[in-house]
């Protein structure tokens, strides 16, 4: 591992980790067959191992040219294990499982599948940008509990998300958010769960970006406060030329999250910390008007929106799994826009029907009205269920209709599949997004297997899933 003054890899080796000599560094497997991709060695030729997982022989299919390749004739919903050689190098054995998936994959980690580690084993953090020069890159972090949790993965497409490759890596990366900002490509993030804030640009279309600039100090530690952030919005906000994000301090084995808002002159030097105000993080307060009369673990995840009269909230995720209600309404904070140190303010609760999982919300400059991609709550029995994933709209932030249902799953076990924190993108009469899926034997709903690309045709009047 060479030292290196940019924060981007292609791979990121780990001293004393097999990464492997090939390096496989996308798989995409479907029902019946298995696509995967690697970076080139050199080689005029490779060869492929491969075989049900646990059985004693391999099958060898050699003189396979390029660097991606698809397995097919493969029996469906089956483990299989496999690697590649070429002169005298080899990759590390992975894994994965045929079954069809949902909309198009960018990447898959079986759960079982130790490649990543040193970070995680599950695809977590989606996040995704149309890039000024026409094509779509989209992230994911590597995540497991009580894991370092500090790997990102970029993938780019160049037909409009039909297809994605490998691009890059970050490290170290968690929790990632990657946007545009005056046509140059930026990623936020942390370095690993409750690290320091980092912000980093590429000049290259994402291929490398340079040493990232520390905007926050965390701890670097679950068990005391830190940096905690997901992958939001960057929001613009015209009346005062600014751009805000959100983030939180606090932990879970702490027992809190405190809520705050960053945000640049939107003119400034990004990378110039000094350029970034920090609003001082403030914690839950049960005696809120309209919060529920139970215990609480409170907000994270917020996202940056001005309502309709031009007021910027944050608004973000409320845990009411130990109220009666369960669930049902989301917390907004004010923010003082003249004075951006300043505390954010409790507002309000609004009823919401996908408030235990990170939603993010837009506005649609055509019709005004707002949307969101929410993993949607129905039954009282399952608070935390993510496997109704829906399109809801509101005219006003405070008042939200179901648009359309996006992909049901309810009739599957609630602890088996998962299809939430959706990140998103207007296009014309389009939506995109970019979803953590948990289906085909992911390790449970929560530990993601797939990372997923979709499109909502004509999303305004007549929606249509593809």
Not at 241 to 263: D, P
């Amino acid at each position: 591992m060479q030292r290196s003054i940019n924060w981007s890899y292609r791979p990121y080796r780990p001293y004393f980790f097999e990464v492997g000599d090939i390096y496989i560094c996308r798989i995409a497997p479907g029902k019946e067959y298995i696509h995967f991709e690697w970076l080139d060695e050199n080689s005029e030729t490779y060869t492929l191992n491969y075989r049900k997982r646990g059985s004693e022989d391999y099958t060898v299919i050699e003189n396979i040219s390029g660097c991606e390749y698809t397995l097919t004739g493969l029996e469906d919903f089956t483990d299989y294990e496999f690697y590649l050689e070429a002169n005298g190098k080899k990759s590390r054995v992975r894994l994965a499982k045929t079954g069809e998936a949902v909309g198009t994959v960018i990447n898959y980690l079986h759960p079982d599948d130790e490649a990543y580690s040193y970070s995680g084993r599950a695809l977590c953090s989606p996040s995704f940008v149309r890039h000024p020069d026409g094509f779509l890159l989209a992230s994911m972090d590597l995540y497991a509990p009580d894991a370092p949790q500090n790997l990102t993965l970029i993938f780019r497409s160049d037909d409009d998300g039909a297809t994605w490759h490998y691009h890059t890596e970050l490290f170290p990366c968690y929790w990632g958010s990657l946007f545009v900002h005056k046509d140059e490509l930026y990623m936020i993030g942390v370095s690993n769960e409750y690290g320091d804030l980092l912000l980093g640009k590429s000049t290259d279309g994402g291929k490398t970006f340079g040493a990232p600039t520390v905007l926050l100090r965390g701890s670097c530690s679950n068990k005391m406060g830190g940096t905690h952030r997901n992958t939001q919005n960057i929001f613009y906000y015209a009346k005062n030329n600014r751009i805000y994000t959100s983030y939180e301090w606090g932990a879970w084995k702490i027992g809190f999250h405190a809520a705050g808002v960053l945000s640049c002159d939107a003119d400034a030097d990004l990378l110039d910390a000094a350029n970034w105000s920090l609003t001082p993080p403030i914690k839950f307060n049960p005696k809120w008007d309209g919060v529920e009369d139970a215990p609480s673990n409170g907000c994270i995840e917020g996202t940056v929106v001005a309502d309709p009269d031009g007021k910027l909230f944050n608004l973000m995720r409320y845990d009411m799994t130990q109220s009666e209600a369960k669930f049902g309404k989301i917390l907004a904070y004010e923010i003082d826009t003249d004075d951006h140190s300043a505390p954010i303010k409790y507002s309000h609760a609004i009823k919401f029907g996908g408030n235990h999982s990170k939603f993010m919300i837009k506005r649609d400059s055509l019709s005004g009205d707002y949307y969101s991609i929410i993993s949607r709550l129905t039954d009282k029995a399952f608070p935390n269920d993510r496997r109704l994933l829906a399109l809801v709209k509101s005219s006003d932030l405070e008042n939200w209709e179901t648009v359309i249902d996006i992909f049901d799953r309810r009739d599957a076990l609630a602890k088996d599949v998962g299809f939430q924190y959706v990140t998103f993108e207007f296009e014309g009469d389009d939506i995109l997004f970019h979803c953590r899926t948990a289906v085909n034997g992911a390790r449970n709903f929560h530990d993601a297997n797939y990372s997923t690309f979709h499109r909502i045709k004509n999303f305004r009047n007549d929606p249509e899933v593809l």
